[in-house]
């Protein structure tokens, strides 16, 4: 059986998923946090968990991380685009998380201009921006667990020719 050199995991993309891993639940940790349902529901009360329900904490820690993920998204995109592209093409799973995530990153970019000064948006619209940030999250976690329950990748080595006999 010949396994094909381009799936393996290697030591520094094992790293690097533990890293994403990390990040995404910081983020939805941080997030969720910018609503008060931890204090809510007294799991800030939990040993440990009580920065959940400080704004600021998990304001800067959401923007922090946001960072991180953005500049993980640009490096993931450029080697792509750069050196595997015609190595690797995404899966239907590697585009749905593709869209969702890009979506993600476009509304928070948005939100962030919100909060700066010197920029108005109407009232509607922070709703609408909030709504389509917290529903693309939800989305792109319940798409993230279809993945890793059912084994999807992101994606798939394209053999470029044919092996000779």
Known sequence: MNKDPLNRITPKKRTFQYGYAALILLLALSGFGQMPIFK?????????????????????????????????????????????????QLTPTGIVLSALLGGILLTGAFLVLRNLPGFWFPPGMIIVMDLSHLIGVMLFLMATLYGILFKKSWTIAVHTHMEKE
């Open 40 to 88: 809510r529901y007294y799991i800030a009360d939990i040993p440990g968990l009580g920065w959940l329900a400080k704004f600021y904490v998990t304001h800067y820690l959401h923007y922090l991380g946001a960072v991180l993920l953005i500049g993980a998204a640009a490096y993931v995109l450029a080697d792509f685009l750069l050196s595997r592209r015609k190595t690797l």
